[in-house]
């Protein structure tokens, strides 16, 4: 199966990792901006890491088979530096109109604070003025009010719900997301977030619809193949090929097909690693 990985930082990621993915069928990801380890001090820290992500990180995933799109954003657990976050809004344009972008993101709340509203909510009307999708991350403690509060401000600024992956749903948030025009994100992890038997459950519970999952695997304990531990689980949980296709590819697909830059090429063959080995 040719699976999208939809939401995954490689930059924290080794080759073998790499490796891994494409022998288990991963042939497409995106990488959404998000927090170095350390809280950045300037502006061209983040400037030099989205072209980072835009360019090296696909250069390098390509030698491993993997075609590899961006999405741009200043990420919520900074955004108390409300100096620094206008400093890279007001330069973040040329990186959001890379050809490797695909959308804004990841945004939203982490505290949930006023200066984390004030960058979510002017990176949602960015985003907007360009007609880009956007990637909002739920924030993981307090989820129902995070939830609640992200909800509040999308419609506030009139953002499109429909061009919304919002991301990092569980059980606590399912019943509020539903009642949204968004596409859900299940992010899925061995030992915090969700495992393969709770997104099988709430799939069971919520239907498929506009669901996307994804193993998001970053600096804590994580899996680049959290997909493929899905799709074994689900199989063997009962539910049929057509639902989990629509999990672990069509619905991304379908998402990120709003950028005319999204082609995703399933086909690319990896690289010998002799040839660029150095
Ligand atoms: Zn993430």
Not at 28 to 41: K, Q
Request: proline residues 4%; hydrophobic residues 35%.
């Amino acid at each position: 199966m040719n699976i999208i990985e939809p939401h995954i930082h490689m930059y924290s990621r080794t080759t073998d990792d790499y490796q891994a993915m494409y022998a288990a069928g991963i042939r497409v990801a995106v990488e959404p901006s998000f927090w170095l380890g350390s809280d950045r001090h300037y502006a061209g820290t983040f400037f030099d890491y989205f072209r980072l992500i835009l360019e090296f990180e696909t250069v390098r995933a390509r030698r491993f088979g993997i075609d590899h799109y961006c999405a741009v954003s200043y990420n919520p657990k900074e955004a108390e530096n409300r100096k620094l976050v206008d400093e890279v809004l007001a330069g973040m344009g040329e990186y959001l109109d890379h050809e490797r972008c695909i959308a804004v993101g990841e945004i939203g709340f982490n505290n949930i604070t006023d200066n984390e509203e004030y960058a979510f909510r002017r990176q949602l009307e960015i985003a907007m003025s360009k007609d880009m999708q956007v990637i909002v991350h739920l924030p993981h403690l307090n989820k129902p009010e995070g939830i609640r509060r992200s909800l509040k401000v999308i419609r506030e600024v009139g953002f499109p719900e429909n061009r919304i992956y919002l991301d990092h749903n569980t059980e606590d948030t399912m019943a509020q997301a539903r009642q949204c025009d968004c596409y859900l994100g299940l992010t899925v992890y061995p030992y915090s977030k969700l495992t393969p038997r709770r997104v099988s459950a709430i799939v069971r519970q919520y239907g498929a619809e506009k669901l996307i999952v994804s193993g998001s695997a970053d600096w804590g304990v994580s899996d680049p193949l959290a997909l493929v531990k899905v799709i074994d689980f689900l199989k063997g949980d009962g539910h049929d090929e057509a639902t989990i296709q629509k999990l672990v590819r069509a619905t991304a697909d379908e998402f990120y097909r709003h950028s005319p830059r999204w082609k995703p090429d399933f086909d690319l063959t990896p690289v010998d690693v002799s040839t660029f080995q150095r």
